[in-house]
């Protein structure tokens, strides 16, 4: 550019020392020179216009390798989080089945238990005789088995011994018992609430506990029922079935249950198996 600039200059100086030079020439060349300018600052225009497009092409392709950074790392971070989620809901997945498999080993047990339950009532119910089920009544509630027992056909009144009315009953009582080895027994002793008045016993407290243990003495002793089965336990008056201001209600709250349940055993074995379901949560 500079060499441009010099050239106009040059042949002019060059005219006039040579004293040729004529008014319409010097005109032309003037004019040259003008022009010669403008092309020149119109390069250097131009020049700084295209420094400021690179310029700024030089930071657009910095945001866009920014970008591209951005994403590539966003999209890392996707596909771990991905893989890390499709290992927790196929850990989760796997509890699932083994809680549904515990559930239904439970369930299969209570249903177990429930039948063999009934078949342990009706098997009951069918070895009584007509007057016999009017002194016995036999319930299946929630999984036990409620045998209970009329007073006056166990006891006399105000007593604790066993009469001989009452020992066919018990037999048949007992049998049951034994073919169901598993089962526990409890023996448990109701009153009304008509205060007693005997000099060895001292209130119903004490009358429906002995009335007990004399049921699971003659389970024991008589009929071989093993007593590590066994339990014997009184309740006195607090546990009414009916109402004490009848003679007939009375005569209901005055009896003794034979409680047949399953044994715990089987059932505490399964909790103590129940899987383990504590999982970290996802992240």
Request: aromatic share 4%.
């Amino acid at each position: 550019m500079k060499l441009t600039r010099i050239v106009p200059i040059v042949a002019a100086l060059s005219l006039l020392s040579t004293g040729c030079v004529t008014h319409k020439k010097y005109n032309l060349l003037q004019a040259d020179y003008n022009a010669s300018q403008v092309a020149l600052a119109e390069s250097r225009t131009n020049a700084k216009n295209l420094e400021s497009l690179l310029e700024e092409a030089r930071r657009e392709n910095k945001e866009l390798k920014d970008n591209y950074a951005a994403l590539q790392k966003t999209l890392d971070q996707s596909i771990q989080t991905n893989q890390s989620g499709n290992v927790n809901i196929s850990k989760l997945v796997d509890e699932i089945n083994a809680s549904n498999n515990y559930i239904k080993r439970l369930v299969d047990a209570k249903s177990k238990s429930d039948s063999l339950l009934m078949v342990l009532s009706n098997n009951l119910t069918r070895s009584l005789d007509t007057d016999e089920l009017r002194d016995v009544d036999v319930k299946v509630l929630k999984g036990v088995v409620y045998i209970s027992l009329a007073d006056n056909m166990l006891f006399r009144s105000g007593s604790y011994e066993i009469s001989p009315k009452a020992m066919d009953i018990l037999s048949k009582i007992a049998k049951i018992i034994k073919d169901y080895r598993n089962y526990s027994v409890l023996v448990e002793g109701n009153t009304d609430n008509v205060p007693i008045s005997r000099t060895n016993i001292r209130n119903n407290w004490d009358l429906s506990a002995l009335r007990a243990s004399s049921v699971v003495q003659v389970l024991q002793d008589k009929f071989g029922v093993d007593p590590s089965r066994l339990t014997a336990g009184g309740r006195g008056e607090y546990n009414p079935v009916a109402t004490n201001d009848t003679p007939a209600g009375r005569q209901l709250n005055r009896r003794t249950q034979i409680i047949i349940t399953p044994s715990l055993d089987q059932f505490m074995d399964l909790i103590d198996k129940a899987p383990d379901t504590d999982t970290p949560s996802a992240k």
